[in-house]
């Protein structure tokens, strides 16, 4: 299954050095704690930068994008597990 979802709820713990760490996300008026982060990465499209999570909970991975620019959260991936 693939979607896209913009500007959704996604919690997210501040580290030293303009670190990140997403704990959990809202789907469809669901909280989704998230269980593990297994990949991330940073992009830049022009002037903006995108910083990509991949992360799982009970039974799904997902992609959450987090745009630097709008502070806004994107899903943009579900694959079941």
Known sequence: MESCYENI????IHGPGNRLRPVWF????RQH???QITNSWRERQGAVE???FHVTDEGALYELIYNQTSGCWA???????
């Open 9 to 12: 709820r996604v919690g997210v």
């Open 50 to 52: 995108l910083v990509h």
């Open 75 to 81: 899903l943009q991936r579900v694959d079941v597990l």
């Open 26 to 29: 809202d789907l469809n008026r």
């Open 33 to 35: 704690k998230i269980c």
